[in-house]
């Protein structure tokens, strides 16, 4: 590494920088095994059909991995068990005997030879042991001594990685005067469209990603009525008429912010977040609100409303979980709502008694519940999850509110989620611990069969890398497909690299496209049944399609490498598809090649010959700081093919070049046409700010776009505005 590089000015840069030189420097060669760390003391407790998943920290040479010589599985007794071995580029698997690991044989050892290579010929130097007991179902938590238990182990990993940190920082002054001598003079089946498209009906529904399961968003509307949460109120507006059109309820919260709606005929689920100091008083340890950083009682809360009477909302049920709302999905008269609880276990060491169970609270009508904790027999953990927190899964029937939600939690929480009408998947990144500190980042998946008020854990998965969003997991005729970047682009000297794979029904790896643009990662996925487009960037933008019709044979058809990147993919029809993104520039200074973005664009990408995808038609919108909502949420578009909309929140900003600032050109909702031949057509511009105006006012920042019969409604914080479709 060059030495000015290692003098940048920026005190944090710098970190960076030296960090990436004492790892280069020592080039480590280390193994990970996905959702354990090598801690050989530890014996691992594990599901019996564990797969697992070996990822290396630099590119191995797969000719010195000796089959079962090298990686296997000993019982008790000693003996080899019959387990099978995969190699790939990317990662090795060892997939357990037929019919998974016997409980009563444990504990098993999973051996890894210590002279597996990487390719500078480099060993792991020693054999690596994985002690393990295998269980046949995901265990339940008995009481709070076995849940502490977990919680004091999570505890003493932590403190060794921080011994472990410690030491390795001492090492820098060293390592970093060396390094300055030595350089003296020397970076699924559905189509994705809109059920209001798909159905044809007078009004648009939101953007989501599978047809059945709806999403939750900020604005819903059933054509008549537009509903809407923004800055603590709940805003529900009669619509139709246009020249009528007046808000007929408007609820105020103290104590609650709501940001996510459901609309379900005359029901209306409102998500939000809820705090309460004064409830720390009730709880069993109330001490720890006096010994945390930030003593705030933080929860997820939603009421269900009859709306019946549209004037006077009805609050039917109320259930709150304490922690961070995650996601939610909605399938028929069912809503799914997900959250996730951080545990404070580092109290375990003066008070190894502290109940550190998450709480929460169902009741009916408009009274505040008290909280309890969630009873042990419905706590469940991941055996082999390196997570430290509580993942809720509370289900709700619409058709009887009256009935107790189904709640059940699980130690071990992930940040994204994907749903289909009979799956829900979850994706916990692991960030394993292997000498030097060394990236093993991996992700496991875990699958729940959903019906009714049912979830229940089926299967999980492993694979290398770290997922994207929700548009990086589908699932397809059983299987399940999901895309990864493995690395940071930042590493020189082991290059990030992506990868595709499927999933079968068990959650086993039945295949893969591996190690795509080097160097590059992942900015936006599309499954379109059995196609695949993944866009990669860092200083162009490769568009991949894959052929995925064989699960067992996916293959890369088409690349198609241009300026700029897509943020969101969103299908046109079975030939073409629209890139949301950034249009790009290079741009060369004393520290190298730098990327900056260059406005907002929107591609038409024609894929009816997928060994030769096209740019067809692109429109770039604004200067260097322009950006829009939908660069990261799918939820602010509105598209419908028929009436020949592609509508998005939008703020603009034009350039000056003299001095290099920006001035608000516009803010508001653009509509643009699509014509395969002609390309995009600007519509119309509908914005809510004052004339002349040099800032936006958040007040009036239109957040979403959405039809009913003849006109567009934009709304913002402060109104909604009904505009005539003309075109």
């Not at 940190?165 to 809109?194: C, L, M, R, V």
């Not at 009525?225 to 007046?246: N, R």
């Not at 086993?508 to 496209?513: G, H, I, K, R, Y």
């Not at 002609?678 to 039809?707: C, S």
Request: no cysteine; glycine share 6%; aromatic share 10%.
């Amino acid at each position: 590494m060059k030495k000015k590089v290692i003098i940048f000015s920026s005190i944090i840069v710098s970190l960076a920088v030296i960090f990436t030189y004492i790892y280069q420097s020592r080039e480590p060669f280390a193994v990970n095994g996905t959702g354990n760390s090598f801690y050989e003391k530890d014996t691992k407790t594990v599901l019996s059909d564990k797969k697992w998943l070996l990822t290396f920290t630099k590119e191995f040479k797969q000719e010195s991995i000796k089959g079962n010589e090298s990686i296997y599985v000993t019982d008790k007794d000693g003996k080899k068990v019959d387990t099978v071995l995969e190699i790939t580029e990317a990662f090795v698997a060892l997939s357990p005997p037929e019919g998974g690991y016997d409980p009563s044989k444990g504990p098993y050892e999973l051996h890894i030879s210590g002279e597996i290579e990487s390719v500078d010929g480099k060993t792991l130097g020693e054999q690596k042991k994985i002690k393990f007991m295998a269980i046949e179902e995901l265990p339940t938590v008995a009481s709070k001594k076995e849940l502490n238990k977990l919680f004091t182990a999570q505890l003493e990993r932590m403190e060794t990685a921080q011994k472990s940190i410690g030491s390795f920082f001492e090492s820098i002054k060293e390592s970093t005067a060396s390094s300055e001598d030595s350089n003296s003079g020397a970076p699924n089946a559905d189509t994705g469209a809109s059920e209001a498209e798909s159905s044809g009906g007078g009004h648009s529904d939101t953007n989501i990603q599978v047809q059945g399961v709806d999403e939750a968003d900020i604005v819903k509307t059933d054509g008549s009525f537009i509903y809407q949460a923004t800055d603590q109120k709940l805003k529900i507006t009669k619509a139709e008429p246009v020249e009528k059109m007046q808000v007929v309820s408007e609820l105020k919260y103290t104590d609650f912010s709501p940001y996510q709606l459901f609309l379900d005929g005359d029901q209306l689920v409102v998500i939000g977040t809820f705090w309460d100091e004064k409830m720390y008083a009730g709880s069993s340890d109330s001490k720890v609100a006096g010994e945390m950083i930030m003593p705030m009682y933080d929860s997820t809360k939603a009421i269900i409303y009859d709306i019946s009477d549209r004037s006077n909302p009805v609050v039917q049920k109320t259930i709150t979980l304490e922690g961070n709302y995650v996601s939610s999905r909605k399938i028929d008269n069912h809503v799914y709502l997900i959250t996730n609880k951080y545990a404070d276990y580092w109290i375990l060491r003066e008070r190894p008694e502290a109940d550190l169970r998450p709480r929460f609270s169902d009741t009916q009508g408009e009274e505040e519940g008290e909280m309890e904790e969630v009873p042990y027999k419905d706590i469940r953990y991941f055996p082999d999850s390196t997570e430290d927190n509580f993942m809720t899964i509370a289900t709700l029937d619409l058709n009887q509110p009256q009935e107790d939600a189904s709640i059940t939690t699980y130690v071990g929480s992930g940040d994204q989620i994907y749903m289909s009408k009979e799956n829900l998947y979850v994706a916990v990144p692991n960030y394993g611990y292997a000498p030097n500190w060394a990236n093993t980042e991996s992700t496991e998946v875990y699958k729940f069969a959903v019906d009714g008020m049912n979830v229940e854990f089926r299967a999980n998965g492993a694979i290398p890398g770290h997922l994207l969003n929700q548009f990086s997991m589908d699932e397809y005729k059983g299987h399940f497909r999901v895309a990864a970047t493995k690395g940071q682009t930042w590493d020189e000297n082991s290059p990030s690299s992506n990868h595709l794979f499927i999933l079968d029904e068990g959650m086993n790896v039945v295949s893969s496209v591996e190690d795509l643009a080097r160097g590059e990662r992942i900015y936006s996925v599309r499954f379109m049944q059995d196609k695949a487009y993944v866009v990669t960037f860092k200083e162009v933008d490769p568009l991949f399609v894959f052929d995925l019709s064989n699960p067992n044979d996916p293959k890369v058809l088409g690349e198609l490498k241009i300026p700029g990147f897509s943020n969101y993919l969103h299908p046109y029809d079975e030939n073409h598809l629209i890139g949301f993104g950034y249009d790009t520039k290079l741009e060369k200074d004393q520290w190298g090649t730098r990327v900056l973005t260059n406005g907002v664009k929107i591609s038409l990408f024609d894929v009816s010959d997928p060994t030769n995808p096209l740019e067809k038609h692109t429109e770039i919108i604004g200067g260097q700081a322009t950006h829009s909502p939908l660069n990261h949420d799918h939820k602010a578009l509105l598209f419908n093919k028929e009436k020949d909309i592609f509508a998005f929140p939008i703020t603009m900003y034009d350039e000056n070049n003299k001095d290099h600032s920006y001035r608000l050109a516009f803010e508001g909702a653009l509509v643009y046409g699509i014509d395969t031949e002609k390309g995009f057509t600007l519509h119309t511009k509908i914005t809510h700010q004052p004339e002349n105006t040099m800032y936006e006012d958040w007040e009036n920042m239109v957040q979403r776009i959405l039809y009913i019969d003849k006109h567009l409604y934009t709304v913002t914080p402060k109104g909604i505005k009904a505009t005539e479709i003309t075109w």
